[in-house]
């Protein structure tokens, strides 16, 4: 995202799932970049510090939970990532409702 940018995250329970749908209003991404974005060393960041394994080794503890990632983009109107869980793969216990608060642009600490 660009500075100024703006990221929606929710996170909805179900009997069967966890869901967790993290969604920008950024530059978006290709048709044709989004079929390559689990593939080892795919990048379209082109950058010298960025070997394009972020997103392979996230989908890949996510299959190892039984789990599913999904991402939906749009040129010039933003990505939406989804990420699903089975319920069997969650703990349940309570936790504080976190704090969002704004530390600089684009940025969010939830903590």
Do not use: W
């Not at 978006?28 to 379209?44: H, M, W």
Request: net charge neutral.
């Amino acid at each position: 995202m660009e500075p100024g940018g703006t990221l929606f995250i929710s996170v909805c329970e179900t009997r069967k799932h966890l869901t967790i749908v993290f969604k920008d209003n950024g530059k978006g991404i290709s048709q044709d970049e989004l079929s390559y974005l689990f593939d080892p060393f795919y990048s379209t960041k082109h950058r010298k510090q960025n070997f394009g394994l972020g997103l392979t080794y996230c989908y890949n503890v996510i299959q190892q939970h039984d789990g599913s990632i999904d991402i939906q983009s749009e040129l010039n109107v933003g990505t939406s990532v989804v990420i699903q869980f089975p319920h069997k793969r969650i703990r349940s216990h309570s936790l504080p409702v976190a704090e969002v608060r704004d530390i600089g642009s684009n940025q969010g600490y939830v903590g």
